[in-house]
């Protein structure tokens, strides 16, 4: 899979969006599933997209899962059903943004980690304040920032309304032999359970946050 650098190489962003049966898979399926789907904001004038290139897969029984301390008001989407958005702040700075999986009561989720920008990439670059299109979405901080997501977002379905995604594009052009395979490996930026396997990105795409 080849690392997009402008705009207008995805047929039709307003197309079709995965089902809720997608999301409702088992997480680590979905964290695997999501890398090559394209996150989607039909923003008025300023429609933005990128494809999902790296994921971090959290569970029930993971220390590290915002769920995993029970129910709250601010983790409350993750308690509902899969195909959600469960946008969150971090660190006083920054907004996040996992996907809800598994069966309702699961409380799975997945972190978009990085995107490779495709679509209405000039306002990703002035929101960024960055031309460099490699730094664009390679974080999630800075993918709901090039996306302009934000808390109003959290617990909207992802399967119609503003903010959707849409599965692969299956006509791209393929990348050298290897390229956009999935590689598992250890999480980063977080503290705790940063030792399992659970982050998942595409072999050989420049956008990736960490390698």
Same mark, same amino acid.
């Given at each position: 899979?080849?690392? +997009?650098? $402008? ?8 197309? %079709? ?58 983790? +409350? ?51 960024? %304040? ?7 979405? +390679? ?20 399967? +119609? ?18 390229? $956009? ?31």
């Amino acid at each position: 899979m080849r690392t +997009s650098t $402008g705009s207008g190489n995805i047929p039709d962003v307003t197309e %079709r969006s995965q089902p809720f049966s997608f999301y409702e898979q088992d997480t680590i399926l979905v964290a695997k599933n999501l890398l090559g789907c394209v996150l989607v904001h039909l923003d008025g004038d300023h429609t933005t997209a990128g494809r999902i290139v790296e994921t971090e897969a959290y569970l029930r029984t993971d220390p590290a899962a915002h769920s995993f301390h029970g129910k709250t008001r601010s983790n +409350s989407v993750l308690f509902g059903p899969a195909g959600h958005a469960h946008v969150f702040f971090v660190y006083g700075m920054y907004w996040c943004m996992n996907v809800v999986t598994g069966r309702e009561g699961s409380e799975g989720a997945v972190l978009l980690r990085a995107l490779e920008p495709l679509e209405g990439i000039p306002v990703m670059r002035e929101r960024r %304040r960055t031309r460099d299109i490699r730094l664009l979405c +390679s974080g999630p901080g800075r993918l709901t920032r090039a996306l302009a997501i934000t808390g109003e977002f959290n617990g909207v379905p992802l399967t +119609s309304g503003s903010l959707r995604i849409r599965p692969p594009d299956r006509t791209a052009t393929p990348g050298p032999e290897g390229e $956009g395979e999935i590689v598992q490996t250890t999480r980063v930026g977080i503290s705790k359970a940063q030792e399992m396997p659970y982050r998942f990105y595409l072999k050989g795409n420049a956008n990736v946050s960490r390698k």
